[in-house]
T-cell receptor, first 116, second 110 residues
Framework: GAGVSQSPSNKVTEKGKDVELRCDPISGHTALYWYRQSLGQGLEFLIYFQGNSAPDKSGLPSDRFSAERTGGSVSTLTIQRTQQEDSAVYLC??????????????FGPGTRLLVL | GESVGLHLPTLSVQEGDNSIINCAYS??????FIWYKQESGKGPQFIID?????DKRQGQRVTVLLNKTVKHLSLQIAATQPGDSAVYFCAENMSNDMRFGAGTRLTVKP
């Protein structure tokens, strides 16, 4: 079946502009995660959605970052007033179950964001 | 705080040889581990997982070994191929959190 998809695959923007990144999880997966991966670095957790529960936003680096998940499926990560340090690959992952259970996260291809 | 780490940031092997990628973890409460492969320009791809009640698990050309005594996880790739060139990183599940290591870059020489 279809995997996790993300769009756009690449985004170049100017400092100060807002950007929206989209994630379509695997159908039926209740858990959705956003991560940031800087060049040569590991995955930095940003936010976690599980069903209709309030999201875990503990990883968001600043109030310029926000995310929502509509209808328990598609998610959008928004970065306002982008800064050059926001340049990174933004990865989305989904999982059939939430935290506390043994699960595997399935990742999308990522959105490569470059802030000039 | 406790974290997942890797012994070697880079590994270069000859095509056809076996590869071993290592990962150290420090949280004895972790009960589930995953190895991911990330090729250039792509998202991480699940390779194999193992639960803490096991010490070995085999997949297709890959084997994961878990040594809970020394808190060590390894990924063995048999007969390494050029297509195996990628960054490999481990992840551990601790209570309500999944932590990822920074990764080891595997380069396969023809």
């Amino acid at each position: 079946g279809a995997g996790v998809s993300q769009s756009p695959s690449n985004k170049v923007t100017e400092k100060g502009k807002d950007v929206e990144l989209r994630c379509d999880p695997i159908s039926g997966h209740t858990a959705l995660y956003w991560y940031r991966q800087s060049l040569g670095q590991g995955l930095e957790f940003l936010i976690y959605f599980q069903g209709n529960s309030a999201p875990d936003k503990s990883g968001l680096p600043s109030d310029r970052f926000s995310a929502e998940r509509t209808g328990g499926s598609v998610s959008t990560l928004t970065i306002q007033r982008t800064q050059q340090e926001d340049s990174a690959v933004y990865l989305c992952a989904s999982s059939p179950a939430g935290r506390g259970k043994r699960w595997t996260q399935y990742f999308g291809p990522g959105t490569r964001l470059l802030v000039l | 705080g406790e974290s997942v780490g890797l012994h070697l940031p880079t590994l270069s092997v000859q095509e056809g040889d076996n590869s071993i990628i290592n990962c150290a973890y420090s949280n004895s409460a972790s009960d589930y581990f995953i190895w991911y492969k990330q090729e250039s320009g792509k998202g991480p791809q699940f390779i194999i997982d193992i639960r803490s009640n096991m010490d070995k698990r085999q997949g297709q050309r890959v084997t994961v070994l878990l040594n809970k005594t020394v808190k060590h996880l390894s990924l063995q790739i048999a007969a390494t191929q050029p297509g195996d060139s990628a960054v490999y990183f481990c992840a551990e599940n601790m209570s309500n959190d999944m932590r990822f290591g920074a990764g080891t870059r595997l380069t396969v020489k023809p």
